[in-house]
């Protein structure tokens, strides 16, 4: 009973509501403090001009460390820099949420995140992404507000790349950028359940990101789309399936458009605590 009351005040709004689980950003809301979850994506580039599709496979581990902080680790597997699938990456990310105010049905939140990576891959394009694509860091605001069934958020960041010595070779001219201004806009909005009776219940989310980079010293940059839907079944398993296309731009990019896939499970049997205040 503990159980199931605490996944749907989880789903409500007591922590994290459904609708704010963007499939392409984060929220300034966390999950719930000292649960788990795993997350598997592949991420695909369709028809790359000279190369077919390249996979990317990423694996990741997230923690809730309590209400208002949690800690991500995630390792990638790609061949989109090489002919071959290999390991490519790994990052660390936190997020901190400093502010809220809640309310029956709605709330107001602000976090700030950090983000680290390690990647093998060479310094080519324009296009800054931690994803796998480069070494480098990153760290901003994200700003998120809960009006019943529909979930606004949005991102500001600074992304800068490590240079590593063994890349230089690989810089074109003009120079490619190593820092940049980065934002997005999400919104989430919950189609089913229409009401709630039971945490079974399958939950049905549709989204649609508005995701942009700006070049600090390049001046070039891109605006994105990414639509996208959400199944989460049980209160704990999400399926997600999303397509990313570029709307404007001139930076440098790998490719304009991707498909990402991906699967979550969240552990609520590792929460410390549960019923205490």
């Known amino acids: 009973m503990k159980k199931a009351m605490f996944i749907f005040g989880w789903l409500l709004g007591g922590t994290l509501t459904a609708q704010e689980l963007y499939v392409f950003s984060e929220p300034a809301s966390n999950m719930p403090a000292y649960s788990q979850g795993v997350k598997q994506s592949l991420k695909w580039l369709p028809n790359r001009p000279g190369k077919g599709r390249d996979f ?145 219940q399958t939950n049905l989310n549709l989204y649609c990101e508005f995701l942009g980079q700006e070049g600090i010293s390049s001046r070039r940059g891109f605006l ?15 399926l997600n399936l999303g397509y990313r296309f570029q709307l404007a731009g001139d930076m440098k990019r790998m490719a304009q458009q991707s498909w990402l896939l991906s699967t979550e499970w969240l552990f609520l049997r590792k929460i410390k605590g549960q019923g205490k205040k």
């Open 56 to 200: 990317r496979s990423t694996t990741e581990w997230m923690y809730g460390v309590n209400k208002n902080w949690m800690i991500h680790g995630a390792v990638t597997f790609s061949d989109m820099y090489s002919p071959n699938f290999r390991w490519e990456s790994w990052r660390l990310y936190s997020k901190y949420r400093f502010y809220s105010s809640d309310d029956l049905y709605r709330h107001f939140r602000m976090a700030a995140y950090a983000e680290v990576s390690t990647s093998t891959n060479p310094l080519i394009y324009d296009e800054l992404s931690m994803e796998g694509d480069q070494s480098g860091w990153q760290t901003g605001i994200i700003l998120t507000q809960l009006l019943h069934k529909l979930a606004i958020s949005g991102t500001a960041g600074f992304t800068k790349t490590f240079l590593q010595p063994d890349t230089l070779h690989h810089i074109s001219v003009p120079p490619i950028a190593r820092e940049a201004f980065t934002y997005s806009l999400s919104a989430g909005y919950l189609i089913l359940p229409r009401t709630y009776s039971s945490y079974d």
């Open 224 to 238: 994105d789309m990414a639509p996208a839907l959400q199944l989460i079944f049980k209160s704990q398993f999400k």
